[in-house]
């Protein structure tokens, strides 16, 4: 055997040895992060601390109805709802008053008409609705989500038990991802499965774990004095990634920052069909990557030749062993990403196309943000030297 297949073989065995040291440490440490749905979370306190929901929404005229009504459907008191209707050209204003006039004690309104130089138009309507709220209603929690999010009777409840168990300053929900097509299910498993590689959740609650950090968009529950402390969504008005990089601001702030899943609690449906998700990530993508060519064509090769290489190492037979043991572990990640997701792991016999697709969106989102010279947002076009200046 010469020096070439000596180093292709001693390859082949290193990402064996990575791919089956990640299954053991998800397997571990998946089985530490709490689950919502246990009988522990199941409580009501007697004295429910205050909390304010903020849903910022800007032409939502298709799921707005429908998020508005399970949050007012809540089985927890002391609960206010901040709906902000952010510029929409469609309904989406319309249907929410229509629901505040319905429930006056429970959801209020804000309509945003004109979007401030210098800020995001989503980041400047949760900025807005958190200073309207702690100047009104001084709630203990904040709960920033999205308009499209559908939350069980009992989801916010059972995250209040959750953050109250854990002592948490910033507590997030995994959502339940709505499956729809073979394609979504494709390409959601393949995204929720390697993003382990990303993110380790059984390492946020670890303050020493700094690139373990979490922010999702779905549910983002935080103390209102942690809010104030990092200086809120005011500090970061031009930021893409807004949850993620509130998820970062607490956890370098030394706060106390905790993750749990819930499966069916919270859900969201991404997009209609694989290249509607991947036309959702175009915007987001880049700016994953600091808005750095560099750093995201890295990635997109990593990406391709580990997916290329597992693959193409099978049909060789000198590294079929390892190749086949790389499998087992990647099929092993999906089975244990669908405890959780309800994403049948039976796609991770189509991993290499949900690769794919996640190469060409991230080179799609670098191609198309550079030739615009920037993103255009709900309706608003922000260059990209901007961007890269406000990006943390």
Sequence with gaps: MDSAHVIVLVLAWLMAAAWVYKLL???????????LLAPEYDVTPASP??????????DE????AACLESLLAQDVTNLHILAVDDRSSDQTGVI???LARAHPDRLEVLHVTNLPAGWLGKTHAMALAARHAIATHNPEYLLFTDGDILFRRDAIRRALAGAAATQADHFVVLPTTLVKTHGEGML????QTMSLWAVRPWRVPDPSAKRDAIGVGAFNLIRTQ??????????????????????????????????????GLVCVHWAAGAFGIVHGMTKNLFAVFRFRPAM????????AAVTAGTVGLVFVHATRIPALIMLGSIAGLYFLSSRTSRISPAYFVLFPIGASLVVYSMLRSMLLTVLRGGVVWRGTFY?????RKHTQ
């Design 61 to 64: 005229q298709a799921n707005i």
């Design 96 to 98: 929410m008053d229509t």
């Design 25 to 35: 440490e998800a397997a571990w440490g998946l089985s530490t992060v709490p689950n």
């Design 49 to 58: 601390p205050s909390l304010t929901v903020i849903v910022p929404a800007r």
């Design 226 to 263: 942690a809010y104030q402390q990092l200086g809120g969504f005011d500090a970061t008005p031009m930021e893409v990634l807004e949850d993620l990089t509130l998820g970062r601001r607490v956890k370098r702030a030394g706060l106390r920052q905790r993750v749990a899943y819930a499966p």
């Design 188 to 191: 959601m498993s393949y995204i």
């Design 383 to 387: 260059p990209l030297d901007e961007l």
């Design 296 to 303: 995201l064509l890295a990635a997109a090769v990593s990406v």
